[in-house]
């Protein structure tokens, strides 16, 4: 009997096996090779996902509280897991197919495509049922949920669709195709869109809000800060509720406001197309690629000659951004704004780490990031950024090759750096997948992420 002859190469997630057998038998040519069939491993869909978390794992918010140490399998194990230095990959993303995500104050809420009734997921804190009911057992609602659990929306159709979240300090935002925007949690500002009861009990509550249309248009975008919303209709208007002390609703007040209201000032004609805002301070892109903010300036965040600190009307920044091009990407932070122009380039005012170097914490001038740090330079011409995230203390920038920069404050590792050291300048994220969108929060980003193959 001749010899078996085994051929095994394994190139990335494929698996090719070629085998020569022989035997006494066989009346063919002994020296002629049995082609056995090529076996391979599934090739990733286009619309395949895979998400990726880092940041502070104690609250929930990453959904993934895997044992770690020598304390695995015991109760004790919830003590042993509390950061992630580095991107770490959702199971969740293997289960259901995401299409939305957002970041809140210690929670993440999560869409997915489906005609069932669970369309959104939420995980980590849950005070103020900002990601829903959840109770063990009837009256012992549950504040922290440690892996993603069903929503429950009251949705009129399983047929329709998720097309935005938004998350805030204690409440969420859920947009549909045809049935207006859902919003969960805290309104004691009136950041849910409804009247303020300052006797409501938001602990375990089951109540959600469902707001149609705005004066008869539908809405198409969602936006939250920290306890104020807002909303894009068809036409580019845009309507704000909740806090105002700092003029973030932008309704040329600083009251707290309840049903959404029309946002005020040099935006009322224009045609908006994206918002901005994690804190108290809000940015406004527009068709045109033009900039216009409101809300608070402390730092100089919404640059208008009056050098008013607490903005409450739209203004546009149209000499501010002069001779940079088109914008095409906003975010705001805590003190700090970061925009991208058409031509892939990074600017940064305001407060804060701004990845300027270690010197540079404060400039009220646009500031360009140089685009050396994001990739381009002779053997990369054609690098640049095409979107931008701001957490409240960090700030993130995605490039046309999918790969992720962060800095500023490393706050419980938000950073996905490997460490917890604050960062002076953008470094890439080492992350195994093409990044589509990151979301950034106060300790914790997450990144929805395709496959290389």
Not at 28 to 46: A, G, M, R, T, W
Not at 130 to 139: E, K, N, S
Not at 364 to 375: C, E, R, V, Y
């Amino acid at each position: 009997m001749n010899s078996l002859k085994v051929l095994l190469r394994c190139q990335r997630n494929n698996v090719y096996i070629k085998r020569a057998a022989t035997t006494k038998k066989k009346m063919h040519d002994p020296n002629e090779e049995e082609q056995l069939p090529i076996f391979q491993y599934p090739v990733s869909k286009s619309s395949d996902r895979r998400l990726y978390v880092w940041g502070l794992a104690e609250t929930g918010a990453l959904g993934i509280h895997s044992p770690l140490g020598k304390h695995r399998g015991s109760k004790s194990y919830k003590n042993d897991f509390k950061f992630a230095w580095h991107p770490m990959r959702s199971s969740f993303c293997e289960r259901f197919d995401v299409i939305q995500i957002a970041c809140g104050y210690g929670f993440t809420v999560a869409a997915i495509k489906t005609k069932e009734q669970h369309k959104v997921f939420g995980t980590g804190i849950n005070t103020d049922s900002q990601i829903g009911y959840h109770a063990p057992r009837m009256g012992h609602p549950l504040e922290m949920l440690l892996s993603p659990a069903p929503i429950y929306i009251p949705y009129k159709s399983l047929e329709t669709k998720i097309t935005g979240l938004a998350a805030g300090r204690a409440h969420t935002l859920v947009l549909t195709d045809n049935e207006g925007v859902f919003t969960l949690g805290n309104n004691a500002y009136g950041q849910c869109g409804r009247k303020i009861n300052k006797t409501e009990e938001y602990r375990g509550s089951m109540h959600s809000h469902n707001i149609k249309k705005l004066a008869a248009e539908k809405i198409i975008d969602v936006c939250a800060g920290q306890d104020h919303s807002l909303f894009i209709t068809e036409s580019g208007k845009v309507y704000s509720c909740g806090w105002g002390a700092d003029g973030q609703t932008g309704l040329g007040n600083f009251d707290n406001q309840g049903p959404p209201g029309l946002v005020k000032g040099d935006i009322t004609s224009e045609k908006i197309v994206k918002v901005a805002s994690t804190v108290d301070c809000v940015l406004a892109l527009s068709d045109k690629g033009e900039l216009f903010g409101w809300g608070n300036s402390e730092y100089g965040q919404i640059p208008v000659t009056s050098k008013q600190q607490q903005v409450n009307m739209s203004y546009a920044l149209i000499n501010f951004t002069k001779g940079i091009g088109k914008i095409v990407d906003i975010a705001a932070g805590g003190s700090f704004c970061l925009i991208c122009n058409e031509q892939g380039d990074v600017f940064v005012w305001g407060f804060g780490l701004l990845g300027l170097g270690p010197t540079v914490h404060h400039t009220a001038n646009l500031k360009q990031i140089p685009p050396a740090l994001f990739g381009r330079n002779e053997f990369n011409p054609e690098s640049m950024v095409e979107k931008v995230s701001c957490g409240i203390g960090h700030l993130a920038a995605i490039t046309n090759n999918g790969d992720l920069y962060t800095w500023g404050r490393n706050r419980h590792g938000c950073l996905g750096l490997g460490n917890n050291k604050d960062q002076h300048f953008p470094l890439k994220v080492g992350i195994g997948a093409y990044v589509l969108n990151a979301k950034c929060s106060v300790d914790h980003t997450v990144a929805i992420c395709k496959p290389f193959v």
